[in-house]
């Protein structure tokens, strides 16, 4: 455990300006208070927390995707929030944006600086800057939908993602699917190579072919829509499993493009269930992740590491939600992504 | 939401003879009571919690591997009496024996006549005639080291046995060991099954030979030691993995009787960290499982399934523990199983 103390006596300065640099106070000059945060994030200098303080922590988001009502991370947030504030806790967000990145490029420096004692992130990428310095970062940190290995610091939550998939495989069995094909974003997310390895095992465990040549995966949804949803097509596919709402709702309306009726020629099933699946023609039959409770567990784990109870990964069941997107499917198959004839 | 009220009606009995059968007032035959407690468990009833009611929780335990301080389970309890008895919870403790369990055929039943909120599983195996009521069940129930698909009631609690298996691979590779074999307690118990799948991938993941012949698994002991090792020596293993510390523990024993050096002919690294551990000969590199933390979290899970926070997986970070039955590789590795030469 690094001290105060090493750390002065490392940088050669007393034990009070560096508690002062730590703190924030003015009267260390600018230079000093950066070479002496500096030194400590090197060092592994993390805060203690004192006795009943209630600690202060950050939500970290790449995209916007929080701050309406209806956009992902909005619920997360409100869960959070609700176990944290009555705890004493104060929550800040923060968007990781090209302007912050740049004023600060270190993770643990940027949490020294503000005095948090842990990070809530919501959407890093596996290219994210930050990520990497996660592995060794000791600052307590949760990641949703993010695994780091080997560091007792993190820790990650989500959906329990091969529940989810057999779940919405084991719906489209029951109307009497056999070929069911597989969109999705980009591998480089760690929550799109769960689900997709998720999707193949929940495909096996109901003995069902499972083809990887039954997936397109891309980051572009023009790319899913055009190269991948024809081949799947053609391949005899009766219903496509989505990564995302955002993507089964694309797939839908350029379903509508071509007059292919979902879910009379094929049945589309999404992930998330955003508010907008109860509203789309025909409604989505989706996987009900719990963002409120997420976010209270979100809490749990941050709260957990900070109190050096090494949680690794939290995962809550997800729950199917049957709309009108998903029914029997057609009886005969021509194989072809022919529009109906009208 | 089954209420006294459906009981009642569907029984053609009053509303006060269901409550009083259910809160086991003395005066309704005990023949009565049987009856109204089976129809509330087949109509899927559970009591509701009265607010500012302290929930009772009961911990399960197959094996007695719990009453010493030594023993797996002990920790595990402590951790979450430690959680559950402050919040005025209480906390009974059952041994599933075989009186017990002719005289409790049914787990829901058991829950509601003894009216517990919630149960904790220490080591149901995966033949256990409860774990199967338990895919259908409604009471919260947390298991340790098991994993029950599609039932919100249940949350799986455990180590993270990838990160595990990733750290000792890590470790007996830098030492230089390039052929690593696993010995293992039978595939039967579900942690023994995510245990094996784990030791393949992070060899993988280390780029090591990963052919499943380098596994022996097995519910005896003898034939782990009389069959598997001798084939796994053979096939010039160096090092070895061991599901658990009592079975790596058995294997140093064997290494003694036949003149085999550990770690300067074969390395031996256990799971768990028991006690023990550090006193045998030599003291055992494993894997730690912080067993009190787990206990806590175990009581954060179960009381937040009876909060319906639908948790399905809780995981903590292992630690490796490194002590004196690991070693480099010998120099020259002749592939047999021969005594050293004295």
Same mark, same amino acid.
């Given at each position: 455990?690094v001290?105060?103390? !090493?750390?002065?006596?490392?940088m050669?300065?007393?034990k009070?300006t560096v ?8 009267d ?10 500096e ?5 592994? #200098?993390?805060? $203690?927390? %004192?006795?009943k +303080?209630?600690?202060r *922590?950050?939500? *970290?988001?790449?995209t ?18 609700? @176990?944290? +504030? ?15 990145? +740049?004023a ?9 600086e ?8 919501l959407d ?13 970062s %000791?600052?307590p ?6 695994y ?9 939550i989500?959906?329990d993602?091969?529940?989810? @998939?057999y ?8 109307l ?10 980009t =591998? /480089?997310? #760690?929550? /799109?190579?769960?689900? #997709?390895e998720?999707?193949? %095992?929940?495909l ?7 083809d ?7 980051n572009?949804?023009?790319? /899913? ?11 005899g ?7 995302h709402? =955002? ?7 350029h379903?509508?493009d ?6 009379e !020629?094929?049945?589309i099933?999404?992930?998330?269930? =955003? $508010?907008?699946?109860?509203?789309t ?8 992740q719990d963002?409120t409770q @997420? ?11 900070a109190?050096?109870?090494?949680i ?10 049957v709309r ?5 499917p057609?009886?005969h ?7 109906? $004839?009208?």
């Amino acid at each position: 455990m690094v001290t105060i103390d !090493d750390i002065a006596k490392k940088m050669k300065v007393s034990k009070g300006t560096v508690s002062k640099a730590l703190n924030g106070a003015f009267d260390v000059s600018e230079t000093m208070r950066k070479s002496i945060l500096e030194t400590a994030v090197e060092m592994g #200098y993390t805060k $203690p927390l %004192r006795k009943k +303080e209630a600690p202060r *922590f950050c939500v *970290f988001a790449v995209t916007m995707a929080y701050r309406n009502p209806e956009d992902f991370g909005s619920d997360i947030i409100t869960g959070f929030r609700k @176990m944290a +504030e009555p705890a004493g806790c104060t929550v800040a967000i923060q968007q990781l944006d090209a302007a912050f990145r +740049e004023a600060n490029p270190s993770f643990d420096g940027y949490m020294l600086e503000h005095n948090y004692a842990g990070a809530l992130f919501l959407d890093l990428d596996l290219q994210d800057p930050w990520l990497k310095q996660l592995h060794t970062s %000791r600052t307590p940190a949760v990641l949703l939908d993010n695994y780091v290995m080997q560091n007792a610091a993190t820790a990650y939550i989500g959906t329990d993602n091969d529940e989810a @998939m057999y779940l919405a495989i084991q719906h489209l069995k029951k109307l009497g699917h056999q070929k069911i094909g597989y969109l999705s974003g980009t =591998l /480089n997310a #760690y929550i /799109n190579q769960v689900r #997709y390895e998720a999707f193949f %095992r929940a495909l096996q465990l109901h003995g069902l072919p499972c083809d990887r040549e039954l997936a397109g995966t891309s980051n572009h949804l023009l790319e /899913n829509l055009q190269v991948h949803f024809p081949r799947l097509m053609q391949q005899g596919v009766t219903a496509f499993m989505c990564s995302h709402d =955002l993507l089964a709702h694309g797939l839908m309306l350029h379903c509508q493009d071509l007059h292919i009726r979902v879910p009379e !020629d094929i049945s589309i099933v999404g992930f998330d269930d =955003l $508010p907008i699946c109860a509203y789309t023609n025909p409604p989505l039959t989706t996987i009900r992740q719990d963002r409120t409770q @997420m976010g209270k567990s979100a809490y749990y784990a941050l709260s957990s590491l900070a109190e050096n109870i090494p949680i690794s990964t939290l995962l809550l069941h997800p729950q199917l939600v049957v709309r009108n997107s998903t029914g029997a499917p057609p009886v005969h198959t021509d194989n072809s992504c022919t529009p109906d $004839p009208q």
